[in-house]
Structure formats: structure tokens, C-alpha cells
């Protein structure tokens, strides 16, 4: 497989505070990659650098073939990269139809939105039955459908999920990692930052672990979960 990302020398800074320090990794076409790591480990400062909404300190983002270190975001969900974020963030005051059609922004293919349209409504039929409903009046789980539905809209090549499991009960968590399968069985490639990682690793198939800002061991879900290295990571041994 070759690789649809690739990031080398990546930095990420909040004023003086370094949250990612130099990391390279790369996401290959039409697989699912975990990025594990305690909190404060710079996982969500990675993803959302990678779309633009923190600024790339240094180093290079390389995305099918092009460099989008340092591309405005509005541009890179109809290049194919969306962000799926971490605590859903609906619009509340907005039915989940004008959610969905947020997703679509930017895209000009009216039968790729239609396509969108249909595909968002046939994974997540509660969508389509509360489509004029607020976003804000639906359960943690269905705003956690429509998070990700909106991420959809924009027919992703790569989706990156923060937190998809978050403040979820077990079933429902259940099927979110169900989705993400059944998404790269679609064709979508993701790259997953999860707290969940007995999950995470279950479903991917190479992994990322983050310590301190650094990739401290990378490998294949099975050596990932085998490794040192993950239980000194959330020990704070990292």
C-alpha cells in the first residue's frame, strides 16, 4: 500500500509549550491506523494540525502526492482529509440535515453531495428519522453518528476520528468501532486517536504510540499490544 500521508520533523507548538516534538509517520491508502498515548501526549494537537485548525510549527505534511503543511482548512476536507473531533461539537441550535450539509462545504459535485446524502442516511437510519430535529436533543451516541456523518459528507479519502468513543455507553461504543470497520471496508482509510486502545487495536491494522509529544514505538496492531512500551505510556513511564 502506499502511503496517502506522510509527516516528517512535525511540530506543533502552543506558544512556548512544544506539544508534538519532531514526529514522522505516514498512513497508507486503505488502512485503519490507532494513535494511542495518554492524555497530553500531543494525539489531537497531531490530527489537528493535520487539517489546518493549529498552525504546522515545522516539518512537512505530505497528502496524495501533495504538500499541505500549511493549507487553509477549508480546503483540505474537498481534497479528501476531514476531522471527525473529539467531543462531537454539533451545532445545537442546527437540525441534524443543516449538521450534515456543514460537512458538505466547499464540495461543488451536486451528485457527490447527493451520493453523501444517501450514503450518511443509509449508515445512520436515525439520522434520516431526525433529520428536522435540533442537534443539541439528540443522545451522546446519535451525536456521535451525526459527528461523524458531517465528516462523511465531504466523501473522505482519509478520515481522522478524535475520540469517537468518548463519554459513549458500551454498546454504543460497540458500534462505533463496527463503523470504522465497515468504513475502510468501504474504502475510506482512518486514522484513529482512542482511549479505548484494547478496541483501537482490535480494529487496526498498525499503530502509533505518543508519549511526551514523540512517537515512542510504532508497529502492527498484534506488536502494539504486546509492546512495553504501551503500558509505560499510561503509567507516565513513556
Known amino acids: 500500500m502506499s502511503a ?14 512544544e506539544a508534538v516534538r519532531g514526529i ?10 490507532a494513535l494511542l498515548g495518554a492524555n497530553g501526549a500531543g494525539k489531537s494537537s497531531t490530527l489537528n494540525a493535520l487539517v489546518g ?5 515545522a516539518g512537512t505534511v505530505m497528502f496524495d ?6 493549507n487553509a482548512p477549508e480546503t483540505l ?8 473531533p473529539e467531543g462531537r461539537r454539533v451545532f445545537g441550535t442546527l437540525s441534524v440535515a443543516e449538521n450534515l450539509l456543514m460537512g458538505a462545504y466547499g464540495i461543488r459535485d451536486k451528485q457527490a453531495v447527493a451520493a453523501a446524502w444517501d450514503r450518511v442516511y443509509t449508515l445512520f437510519p436515525i439520522l434520516h428519522e431526525r433529520r428536522d ?29 478524535d475520540e469517537p468513543s468518548l463519554g459513549l455507553a458500551p ?21 484513529v486517536v482512542e482511549q479505548n486502545v ?9 499503530g502509533y504510540l505518543m508519549s511526551g509529544g514523540r512517537i515512542v514505538a510504532a508497529g502492527s496492531a498484534a506488536e502494539l499490544a504486546q509492546s512495553d512500551s504501551l503500558q509505560s505510556a499510561y503509567l507516565g513511564a513513556g
Do not use: C, W
Open 53 to 57: 485548525l493549529v498552525p504546522v510549527a
Open 77 to 84: 476536507a474537498p481534497a479528501g482529509l476531514t476531522l471527525s
Open 65 to 70: 502526492g501533495s504538500d499541505i503543511t500549511h
Open 198 to 206: 484494547a478496541m483501537a487495536l482490535e480494529v487496526a491494522d498498525r
Open 171 to 191: 454498546k454504543i461504543v460497540e458500534q462505533v468501532f463496527e463503523l470504522i470497520t465497515l468504513l475502510r471496508d468501504q474504502g475510506v482509510t482512518l486514522a
Open 133 to 161: 430535529q435540533f442537534a443539541g436533543t439528540l443522545s451522546g451516541g446519535q451525536q456521535q453518528m451525526l459527528a461523524v456523518g458531517r465528516a462523511l459528507m465531504s466523501n473522505p479519502r482519509l478520515l481522522l476520528l
Open 24 to 33: 514522522d509517520f505516514e498512513i497508507r491508502e486503505g488502512e485503519i491506523i
Open 4 to 17: 496517502l500521508l506522510s509527516v516528517q520533523s512535525f511540530h506543533v507548538h502552543y506558544g512556548a509549550v
